[in-house]
């Protein structure tokens, strides 16, 4: 009896190590048909005529129905063509449209930021150069905008929503302790801070730790103190000898020296949750901050109610640096364009030439999307806020483009660094342009 | 001692398993009479078979991202685009000329260090305390571990919360205290942020450690307390001579994870500090994934991950032979 059971046993547990076998082996070879079926999908994408793969970052309401609507609407009226949109997180957007240009998968039309980043994807042959086939709408939008998505003369991009850096504050802690109006100078500026002081009041939220929001002061620093003429020469050159890079150093010191930023700062993010710097200036924690157009929209994500600041929002500009070289009316910026993949069909082309559309870009702006480029759509803005802004930035004598942006990733983090070591007191002003030119100088 | 008695165990277990992998085909072999090749052909084709999926995972996961991280390391790459700018050793240089890099280096060793002076003795006292019969024992040593299975992410985030400046629940107890928290806050505060990181470390592998230094001494045979109490031995006496001696493998091994662990240290910084404030906290593994991902110096960050690798793998190496053999000898 027992022996039968035994053999019985043992069969059976030769059998399953045979069928095992025979599993891992389909499994194995299952795997090297998905391991070369992968290889074979990149140069596939793009390549259907008909189809328009579309990443976008406004994965909230109202923009994320909005674009579906989009998509529809430029289906109906080129049939046959099927539009793909895909709507993320924007850092989940960064990210995989960095691994997307690594493996050479890019979607057909993305978002580009500008400068340095796009230079690079030029260079790698991966963007559509676009100066012919969107020239109507290239033709429509201010010089100075659209300089940061130009390489060597010609456009890659279309900038839908271009806007400027400022200090966002709310309006009620300014009122708490006394202050009449935002401040127009540097000195006002530190009167101000004192003011807030005074009151028990936190000036100012910097998220240091994420560096770019702490280089913005560096960065309008040298907007203040730098003629617009030496900045584009710099810029070419990537040459920083000229003495007003380091007086943008001296005006971060002249606001390091107050004291104002919240407790930590060195290690507070920009962004990412309520301990944030827009965290604080959305709870009412601190009295202002310095942060791009986008910085509403980020608030609202970080409230409970969703509204933000709500009414005690307000803006005023990066304050004027006594003796500066730079225009007074320069301000500093950024935005995002739609850009088409060198893979994609044409009709991405076209695709994009209607995102840049009035009728487009009108819903934008009803939308309070961004700060749209086409001047059709400007009026359509709903938000008081936004239309102040657009304002600004339309009376501005030039936007510069945020330096890390233009600069590409490369030396843009280097300058960054030396820009946050500086706040940690671990650099001087000199310091920050030896380590900036010495990153440029090995980009060679 | 634990080792050889393992390695005992295990022979004779092992043994009959050769035998009917070998003794068996041939008995049951489907054609009778066929050559006795044809099992030996049999057998490798199984070996083959078996070892063929690990194998192919094992190169397609580990082999060939370390073989790109060298290939990578001698290029300037901004990671798409034709990699041909060829660079020789330069990413070599700046990476090892770049006094940040040097920092995290130190940063690494700091925290290989201090796990070895904190954490073990800690563990060990915790792991003797718990291993006596008092009230609770379950629960407690569940509680020493719970850290442990949290996910790294999640504990790192809630740490950050708990150590925000001014607001956060360590401040705030130290002030009820009558404690002055630093005016920039624990991860705020360049010279007090690495500090800060390895307690929070401790909390999190304590666990671990007392998990394996527990099990090391239910290997301890109760005869060996016994004997050493009949003959007039005190607890601490007890715990001294004959748990700890006996314990030596365990420690040992627990060392190395340590090490390992410490020396690719990422997760916790990543999220409490970024590295910061003004590089403090920065580690080799920080210093590649802000080179390499977030500034696109891929070349840099191979070459970084190539130093890390060989400081991994010559300090893994020197333990294997300086510290293991004594365990791994015992066996032969």
Request: net charge negative; charged share 20%; with cysteine.
């Amino acid at each position: 009896m027992t022996h039968i059971t035994e053999g019985g046993a043992d069969k059976g547990v030769q059998m399953s190590r045979k069928t095992r076998g025979a599993a891992l082996a389909v499994l194995s070879a299952s795997m090297l048909l998905a391991a070369s079926a992968c290889g074979g999908d990149d140069a596939s994408s793009g390549g259907d005529a008909d189809t328009v793969t579309w990443w976008h970052n406004s994965n909230n309401e109202p923009g994320k129905g909005y674009y579906e609507q989009v998509a529809k609407d430029f289906e109906e009226a080129n049939p046959g063509v099927d539009v793909q949109v895909t709507a993320m997180a924007h850092q989940d957007m960064v990210d995989k449209l960095a691994a997307g240009f690594q493996s050479g998968d890019v979607p057909d039309v993305y978002m580009e930021r500008g400068g340095g980043e796009l230079a690079d994807h030029v260079e790698a042959g991966m963007t559509r150069d676009l100066t012919e086939d969107a020239a109507e709408e290239i033709g429509k939008i201010a010089e100075g905008t659209l300089a940061g998505w130009q390489v060597d003369g010609k456009t890659y991009a279309i900038p839908y929503s271009v806007g400027v850096d400022g200090f966002w504050y709310n309006t009620e802690l300014f009122e708490q302790a006394g202050i009449e109006a935002p401040p127009e100078t540097m000195d006002e500026l530190v009167d101000v801070i004192g003011q807030l002081k005074d009151a028990d009041i936190t000036p100012i939220s910097v998220g240091a730790g994420d560096k770019w929001p702490a280089a913005h002061y560096w960065y309008f620093g040298a907007v203040r103190t730098c003629s617009q003429d030496t900045l584009n020469s710099a810029m070419e050159s990537m040459d920083f000898s000229d003495p007003c890079f380091v007086e943008a150093g001296e005006v971060v010191d002249q606001v390091l020296e107050t004291e104002p930023f919240n407790p930590g700062f060195l290690t507070t993010p920009g962004q990412e949750g309520a301990s944030s710097a827009s965290g604080l200036l959305a709870t009412g924690k601190v009295a202002m901050e310095l942060q791009g157009h986008w910085e509403p929209g980020v608030m609202q994500g970080l409230t409970d109610d969703g509204k933000g600041l709500g009414e005690k929002t307000g803006w005023f500009p990066f304050p004027q640096v006594e003796g500066g070289e730079g225009d007074p009316a320069g301000q500093l910026g950024g935005g995002d364009a739609w850009a088409v993949a060198e893979t994609a069909p044409d009709v991405a082309v076209d695709f994009v030439k209607y995102l840049f559309s009035d009728e487009v870009q009108q819903g934008f702006a009803e939308n309070d999307m961004g700060l749209p480029t086409n001047p059709a759509a400007i009026e359509s803005l709903s938000d008081p806020a936004l239309a102040d802004l657009i304002q600004v930035r339309d009376e501005a004598a030039y936007v510069q483009l945020f330096f890390d942006t233009l600069f590409g990733p490369s030396v843009g983090g280097a300058m960054n660094d030396a820009i946050a070591l500086q706040f940690a007191d671990q650099a001087t002003p000199q310091d920050v342009v030896d380590a900036t030119q010495q990153a440029a100088d090995q980009e060679g | 001692m634990i080792s050889t008695g393992a390695a005992v165990a295990a022979t004779p277990a092992a043994a009959p398993v050769g035998e009917h992998g070998t003794g068996d085909p041939s008995g049951r072999s489907p054609v009778p009479g066929s050559p006795p090749g044809s099992s030996r052909w049999r057998q490798r084709l199984e070996i083959a078979l078996f070892v063929t999926p690990a194998l192919a995972l094992m190169a397609t996961f580990v082999v060939w991202p370390v073989v790109s991280a060298v290939r990578m390391s001698f290029f300037r790459w901004k990671g798409f685009g034709p990699m041909d700018d060829f660079v020789g050793l330069r990413n070599y240089e700046q990476v090892l000329g770049d006094a940040v890099f040097r920092d995290a280096v130190v940063h690494n060793l700091t925290i290989v260090g201090l796990s070895v002076a904190v954490q073990l003795p800690l563990g060990l006292l915790l792991a003797v305390l718990l291993n006596r019969r008092i009230r609770g024992r379950g629960l407690l040593r569940t509680i020493v571990f719970v850290p442990y299975v949290l996910a790294e992410v999640i504990a790192g985030v809630v740490w950050f919360q708990l150590l925000q400046p001014r607001s956060g629940l360590v401040e705030e107890i130290l002030t009820t205290v009558g404690i002055t928290p630093p005016e920039q806050g624990f991860l705020g505060t360049p010279g007090l942020a690495l500090w800060t990181v390895f307690v929070v470390l401790t909390w999190k592998y304590l666990g671990l450690a007392v998990l394996l230094f527990l099990a090391g001494l239910q290997g301890v045979p109760d005869e060996l307390y016994e004997a050493a109490q009949l003959d007039g031995a005190s607890w601490w006496q007890v715990q001294r001579r004959v748990a700890l001696p006996l314990l030596g493998p365990t420690i040992r091994t627990w060392a190395f994870l340590s090490m390992i662990g410490s020396l690719q240290l990422f997760d916790m910084v990543w999220i409490l500090t970024g590295g910061g404030p003004a590089n403090a906290t920065t580690t080799m593994a920080t210093y590649l994934v802000s080179q390499g991902t977030q500034r696109g110096n891929y070349g840099i960050a191979g070459a970084a991950s190539v130093v890390l690798f060989v400081i991994a793998f010559v300090m893994a190496l020197l333990y294997q032979v300086l510290v293991l053999r004594r365990d791994t000898g015992d066996q032969r």
